[in-house]
């Protein structure tokens, strides 16, 4: 069934410093990390104008797309894809087997650049959220916020 | 598979519509976008085909308020409904926290009816859920037509497990939202269980 995915102030500080710097690194437009389920992990760069929450599903959808595609053909998944636009272009990346890093650039930008400097990132947060696994997985791990909560406090979310 | 986020303080759960095809599924999730706040509330995604049948799923993310501190949000999911788009149906079921599953209500519809929700124990397993243990519900939707069938058959084949379950107008919104608290809520307690 998986690990349930917790983040943790550190690694989240760390991850989205690593988003940020790819930004800039890579002369990206935006940086998105997007849990192969469809949560949208950490978003860098002009987001204002981006619905990316609809960003996170859809990438989620298309990578999960893509890997049953990938299976039909005998492999295990496309860990790299590319959509070319007219002026933007989107590249994705797997990491760690668990999450999507999505970069969107201009055609000013030379794809080249872009592969090289997302290899270098996505190999430092494949790090990271080996490290947030453990974490999660170890019997000191925090307890759920939700551990404590009431029926009540249930019951008073739907109270409107 | 929930994501809680402890750094922005919010939890994120998903939630699937299951069903055959055409039983409303896409329909619910239209009404609950038409009837809730906008600030609450994300786009409605469609992927349709020209025909507006369901190809790959709807989305919709919801914001439900905060529970001791934490934004509770919400991703409602609709599969394709449609047999043939099964590996399609498989995949949206990855990381899911709840399911409700929507049965077409008409007599006409009972076998496929059935057949889905046989599809859906055996998506579930291939995922490693056990529909026995996932949080979910069952809506009868279309309880307006007149060739429905009786609630006690319909539970006799689609709810012999007594989950939370509600009778269901979809377009005008009979039983919608009732529908959603009830599988939220579910997810929640199981959240408190440390699931």
Known sequence: MGTQLVMYDEEYNRINAVCD??????????????DKNGQLISASGQTQNIDTTSLASLTAGNVAAMGGLAKLIGENEFPNQIHEGARESLYMTIVGSRVVLVVIFESSTSLGLVRLRV??????????????????????????????????????L??? | MSFINYSSREINCKIVYYGPGLCGKTTNLQYIYNKTNPETKGKLISLSTETDRTLFFDFLPLSLGEIRGFKTRFHLYTVPGQVFYDASRKLILKGVDGVVFVADSQVERMEANMESYENLKTNLAEQGYDLA????????????????????????????????????????????????????KLVLTELKKGG
């Open chain 1, 21 to 34: 710097r790819l930004t800039k690194d890579a002369n990206a437009k935006v940086v998105f990390l997007v």
């Open chain 1, 119 to 156: 290899k270098k990132a996505s190999d430092e947060l494949a790090k990271i959220f080996e490290a947030l696994l453990k974490k999660t997985e170890s019997p000191g791990g925090m307890a759920s916020p939700f551990a404590e909560i009431s029926d009540d406090d249930i019951d008073n």
């Open chain 1, 158 to 160: 739907f109270s409107e």
């Open chain 2, 133 to 184: 243990k996932v949080p979910s519900v069952v809506q009868y939707n279309k309880r307006d037509l007149p060739n429905a069938v009786a609630v006690e058959e319909l539970r006799g084949v689609l709810n012999t497990r007594g989950v939370p379950e509600y009778q269901a107008v979809a377009p005008t919104g009979v039983g919608v939202f009732d529908t959603l608290k009830a599988v939220a």
